[in-house]
Every structure is written in structure tokens, then in C-alpha cells.
């Protein structure tokens, strides 16, 4: 004899697999095209931004940006902060600029990096900013940023084809900043 008992619990089984699958599907795809895409897009037509890579990573959400001679640190940055506020929210974010440096970039910063710690943490900026012009001179660098706002510190060098482009945070204790110079939104 059949027995109608195990062909309902397949069926209900079924029913609430493919339910799950729908849902989750449906989130996925409501977040990728009214969040994700949307939030690239309005990136992408900030001037000198070239490709944004969306990474969602535990409880963050990570923006990873390539960029081009045209991008400016302090104005573009801003304007990509201020995106992202609108677009994500409530959740939590970084900013992550992906910069190119060569050996001489990279030992520049290394000599920079007391000088600019040591002025975020006494506040003393118009020193900070002597000093570290006073190092870039002496790498005959002439293309060069530093600014800063009631929220962070900006840092754009260029040489070449190479160039770094940093964002330090006047607001998180110097133990909370990360080495990528990536900031919390």
C-alpha cells in the first residue's frame, strides 16, 4: 500500500527548501541591484575612479577603489564618503584606495610616518605638515597633497605613474588606525 504520511513530509520539505532558496535569492538579488550597483554606478561617475570592487566582509562593507591621475584625495574622497553614507545607510564602512607605489614611494612614506603620527596625536598639524614637506623635498617630488578637514588627515603623493593616496581619521586613537590608511565611515 502507498503511504500518503512520507509523500506529504517530502512535499513539505521541498515546499520550504525551495521557499528558503527563493528568499535568499531574492535578497541577494534586491541588494546586489537596489544597493550594490546603484552605490558602483554613483561612484563610478566621480572623476578619476575607475573601477569600484563592492566586498561585504563580516559586519563591513568594503569599497575598494582604482583610481586615476584625475582623482583628487581630499575632494573626491569626500565625495565617495558621502555616497556611501547616503546609499549604505546605517551599515559600516571602509574606503579603501588601491594606490600604486614604487621603492621610492614606499621609503618616502616610511620616513614620513613618524612625523605624521606624532602630529595627529599632539595636533600640532602646521608642524606636521613643515616636516613632511621638508621630507618630500628632499625626494624632489613636486606633485604632492596634504590636507586635512574636522575628520581626517589627507595624504597624496604622485610620481610618475606611481602615486600613494592615504586617508588617516582625526577621530579614531592612533591604536585604531589601520596600516592601509583604509578609515571607518
Do not use: C, W
Not at 550597483?37 to 563580516?58: D, Y
Not at 565617495?80 to 618616502?108: G, H, R
Not at 603623493?157 to 591604536?175: A, E
Amino acid at each position: 500500500m502507498f503511504d500518503y504520511g512520507n509523500l506529504r513530509v517530502k512535499i513539505i520539505l521541498v515546499v520550504i527548501i525551495l521557499s528558503l532558496a527563493t528568499f535568499l535569492g531574492g535578497r541577494y538579488l534586491f541588494g546586489q541591484y537596489r544597493v550594490e550597483q546603484p552605490l558602483i554606478n554613483n561612484i563610478m561617475e566621480i572623476e578619476g575612479v575607475e573601477e569600484v570592487v563592492f566586498n561585504e566582509q563580516k559586519a563591513e562593507i568594503v569599497l575598494e577603489l582604482e583610481i586615476t591621475e584625475g582623482f583628487n584625495i581630499f575632494t573626491d574622497y569626500n565625495k565617495v564618503e558621502s555616497i556611501a553614507e547616503e546609499m549604505l545607510a546605517d551599515s559600516t564602512f571602509s574606503i579603501v584606495i588601491n594606490d600604486k607605489p614604487d621603492l621610492q614611494l614606499e621609503e618616502l612614506l616610511k620616513e614620513i610616518h613618524f612625523p605624521l603620527f606624532e602630529g595627529l596625536s599632539t595636533h600640532q598639524y602646521s608642524e606636521m605638515k613643515l616636516q613632511i614637506e621638508k621630507i618630500i623635498a628632499g625626494y624632489n617630488i613636486e606633485d604632492y597633497q596634504i590636507n586635512i578637514d574636522d575628520k581626517n588627515l589627507y595624504l597624496q603623493i604622485r610620481q610618475g605613474d606611481h602615486f600613494i593616496y592615504r586617508t588617516f581619521s582625526r577621530l579614531l586613537p592612533l591604536n585604531n588606525q589601520k596600516a592601509g590608511g583604509e578609515n571607518s565611515g
